[in-house]
């Protein structure tokens, strides 16, 4: 019996078939950093200047804060 030789391997492309990756758009990934990043700042190093912005005493978002902030470890005080 006569043996086959050994077949080149079949590459998968898009042509046929096979499956791509996802890419996430360039804008969506910063966009997503800047976010992340304003919430660290926020839990980080406001000590109340942005939550009075948002409420008229300042006291109910910096609590908030303030309680995140010993939740994930980071010194206040």
Do not use: K, Y
């Not at 590459?11 to 800047?34: H, K, S, Y």
């Not at 976010?35 to 000590?47: C, E, M, P, R, S």
């Amino acid at each position: 019996m006569d043996t086959p030789a050994a077949a080149a391997p079949v590459e998968a492309t898009d042509a046929v078939g096979a499956p791509t990756i996802a890419r996430i758009p360039t804008w969506a990934l910063i966009g997503l950093l800047a976010f992340a990043a304003g919430i660290v700042w926020l839990i980080a190093f406001d000590n109340g200047q942005a939550s009075a912005m948002a409420d008229s005493t300042g006291t109910f978002l910096h609590e908030f804060f303030h309680d995140a902030r010993h939740s994930s470890g980071a010194p206040c005080h």
